[in-house]
């Protein structure tokens, strides 16, 4: 018998390397994708370059791709997302700004998804299955004559 705390613990124990092996594969390939977070700046005339190059080095961009990882993932766990230079807000005031239209869409699709599958589910009992292999018959052996006198 064993504590359901214990297969808890095992999936735990499975998720975290899984979750960091994805990232790490998920940010060296966003890493060593063209271009940067900066490159809309440098090719602006009306910012010096100094600039660029001062909020590269601020933000580490030209350090090796480990650093930059172990950076990224310290921040992640203490909860700084950063900030979104498209929309000029925190990251994470951008994610609760479309968390609801997001969950609003999860969860119709998923009740949509539900409405389709239930009629699936074969919930009624009394109703019999259909069944793709014909009865099975009643004997398995060939029965015998009947050997007793009527008479």
């Known amino acids: 018998m064993t504590f359901p705390g214990t297969y ?15 990232s790490v594969v998920l940010f060296t390939v ?31 961009m030209d350090d090796p791709l480990a650093i930059r990882y172990v950076r990224w993932l310290a ?4 909860g700084d997302w950063g900030f979104s230079f498209a929309s000029r807000i925190d990251v994470v005031d951008l ?9 609003l869409v999860v969860g119709s699709s998923q009740l949509l998804a539900l409405a389709v599958a239930a009629p699936n589910l074969n ?11 014909p009865p099975a018959p009643a004997y398995s052996s060939p029965r015998c004559p009947e050997t007793h006198d009527r008479g």
């Open 8 to 22: 808890v613990l095992r999936r735990l124990l499975i998720a975290v390397p899984s979750l960091l092996g994805i």
């Open 30 to 60: 966003l890493a060593l994708a063209p271009g940067d977070p900066f490159g809309e700046i440098v090719s602006n005339p009306n910012i010096p370059a100094e600039v660029a190059a001062n909020l590269r080095l601020k933000f580490g």
């Open 75 to 78: 921040a992640m766990l203490h």
């Open 95 to 103: 994610i609760m700004q479309r968390l609801p239209t997001t969950l």
């Open 123 to 133: 919930i009624h009992p009394h109703t019999p299955r259909p069944s793709r292999h």
